[in-house]
Structure formats: structure tokens, C-alpha cells
């Protein structure tokens, strides 16, 4: 298990400042993904054995620098949110709970299928406090009220957005855009064209491009936005990944100047569906395939989506036959 992280030039200079907890095995693996007969080269960067117990996948590199932050702060509990099915939700109870931090969430409702209602079952298991607001609107109107509700003293929660996506739980991707970069001066894969990802909530898509960038690629990052209920486009990613390239210098790294923009960093629509956790036809094709042709396990709320999208732009030649990377997000245990 890595020690530190792969800002390593600057970590003498972070380590106060930043703290970071390592809960990972990295780096995870690539490999060519030739079983679903792309057109361009197609490599798999699987996030799904990324964690150390309990749940795994992409939500877990951000953790690593926001639990030690929670506990720099002296709260005692984290208050975050997200919907019924959700995966960051349990990845935080599971991994506060064995750092002593209690987990609060508020869960929005969605779509229920199988996945979901199992789910449901093990944040219940979790120990996490769990709310139902129901709605956006009535989560906004509560907030006041969980966060009274979960301070301690004169302590409030630790409050996190959705999937973590702060500027610091983005710094858990620009790590992983650190480890393909070294991965592809390693020699291990080609450098891409694209790295094609589920967009959630926009830590995941905003980090690696910063990473990305820091180390010298030229990929860009294409962003298959899942959820409709934040804004997610292009601008606002970029924006995400400044903030934490700034949270960085203030705290004392030595950076290149990157100059990241929305072109940097492109998102894809039209695989949404009807709404976030709504299954789609090309969704459910895409989970499909991966199962029997490559032995992939996705799910039907980010990473099938993410997966018909790319199959989709492939076939209509959207990559020009550059390399590309399709980094599976999802974390089953």
C-alpha cells in the first residue's frame, strides 16, 4: 500500500498542510479491451479493487484526503448526501467508521431496482444515520436542521457535497491522472487520446484532467454526465479542477502552470436517459456485453452509461483511432 501520494515532488511541502490517509492498493490496473471489438484502442483502467476493506472504486481515492481533513478539523461526524443507491454514502460510512467518525446522510429519492433496494440494505447496515428528504428542494430547506442535528458541542459536521467532489476530494483523481501518466512512462499502455468517464458529480472527471495536465499529457478527458440534478458541463468541471490546482499552490506546491479550460475537460449528454439512476436501453446492452464479453462488472446508474457512450462515439469514429482509456469506476465488495 503507497505511503504517500504521487505528488511526491511537492508532498515535504503538503504533508502539513494536506494531510492524507492511504486506504488503496495503487496503482490499479490497466489493460487492452479488445474483447468488444472498438474500432480505436481501447484500455481499461479498472478502479473497481481500489480500497483496502469494505467498498471499493473511485470514491475511495477521495476519501484518503478528506477523512484526515475531518479529523484535522476535530469533527466528529461527516453530513453528506446523495441518492438511495448511493455508493459514495457507503464508501464514507464504511471508511469513517474505522478512522472513529460517525456518518450522517441525506438521500434524495430515485429509481429503486434490485441493486438499489441492496444497497439500501448496507447503508442501513453501515451505521450511518440515514435522513430521507426525499427532494433537492427539501434537502436544501433541511440542511440548517442536519447540521444542527449533528454537532457535537460546539462542533459541527464535517459537511461534504455530494460523491465528495470538493476541491480537495478532487485531489484523489488528479492522483490517479499522476498514476496513468506514470503508467504510460512506464511503457504499460500508450499515452490516450481520451480518458472516458461516468460524470456524477465531477471530482472523478476534474481531477484527472488537472493530473493529467500536471504531468505532461495531452489526453483529454471526456465526461459521460449521469446526473441531472447538478450542473456538469464542461466550464463548471474546469472550474472544479482550478479550485483545487489553486487549493495547491496556496498550500505551497510547486506547479506548472497548467492552463486548464473547458476544452480540456469535454462532456456527453446524451447518454442520461430520463434522469440520474434512470436505466437506459444502451445502458443496460452496454452491462450486458461487458459481463459476457469481457467479464466486467459495471452497474446501470454511472459506468453502463459511461460504457454505451463510448461504444457509441467509437463506432461513429468521434476518437479518430487515437488510444483511449475507459477508467471503470465502480467498486462492488
Known amino acids: 500500500m503507497p505511503s504517500r501520494p504521487m505528488l511526491h515532488r511537492n508532498w515535504p511541502v503538503l504533508a502539513d498542510s494536506l494531510p492524507y490517509l492511504p486506504l488503496g492498493d495503487g496503482p490499479t490496473p490497466v489493460r487492452l479491451l479488445d474483447e468488444l471489438g472498438f474500432r480505436s484502442p481501447v484500455w481499461l483502467k479498472d478502479e473497481s479493487g481500489y480500497g483496502s476493506g469494505g467498498w471499493g472504486g473511485n470514491k475511495v481515492r477521495k476519501l484518503e484526503w478528506l477523512l484526515p481533513q475531518a479529523r484535522r478539523r ?18 464514507a460510512a464504511l471508511y469513517a467508521r474505522e478512522q472513529g467518525l460517525d456518518v450522517a446522510l441525506a438521500l434524495i429519492d430515485h429509481p ?12 442501513r447496515a453501515s451505521g450511518a444515520v440515514l435522513h430521507f428528504p426525499r427532494t433537492k428542494t427539501r434537502l436544501v430547506l433541511s440542511l440548517p436542521w442536519l447540521v ?4 457535537h458541542g460546539f462542533t459541527p459536521p464535517y459537511v ?3 460523491g465528495g467532489s470538493s476541491p480537495l476530494g478532487t485531489l484523489g483523481y ?6 496513468l501518466a506514470d503508467q504510460v512512462a512506464r511503457g504499460l499502455l500508450p499515452e490516450p487520446g481520451w480518458i472516458v468517464t461516468a460524470v456524477g458529480s465531477g471530482g472523478t472527471a476534474a481531477g484527472l484532467a488537472l493530473g493529467l495536465r500536471l504531468a505532461g499529457l495531452r489526453t483529454r478527458v471526456r465526461g459521460i454526465v449521469v446526473n441531472d440534478t447538478l450542473r456538469l458541463d464542461s466550464a463548471a468541471l474546469a472550474g472544479l479542477a482550478g479550485k483545487s490546482e489553486a487549493l495547491l499552490r496556496v498550500r505551497g506546491a510547486d506547479l506548472p502552470q497548467v492552463g486548464l479550460g473547458p476544452a480540456d475537460v469535454v462532456t456527453e449528454r446524451g447518454w442520461l436517459g430520463a434522469g440520474y439512476a434512470h436505466p437506459t436501453a444502451p445502458g443496460a446492452r452496454a452491462l450486458q456485453r461487458a459481463a459476457s464479453e469481457a467479464g466486467l462488472e459495471l452497474e446501470s446508474t454511472y459506468t453502463a452509461k459511461a460504457l454505451a457512450a463510448l461504444i457509441a462515439l467509437d463506432a461513429s469514429g468521434r476518437f479518430g483511432g487515437e488510444p483511449v482509456v475507459f477508467l471503470n469506476t465502480f467498486g462492488p465488495r
Open 74 to 91: 476535530g469533527s466528529r461526524t461527516i453530513l453528506t448526501v446523495g441518492g438511495l443507491g448511493t455508493n459514495w454514502g457507503l464508501a
Open 112 to 123: 429503486v431496482d434490485a441493486h438499489v433496494r441492496a444497497q439500501l440494505q448496507r447503508l
Open 148 to 151: 444542527a442535528r449533528h454537532t
Open 160 to 162: 461534504l457535497p455530494a
Open 174 to 179: 488528479v492522483e490517479c491522472g499522476l498514476e
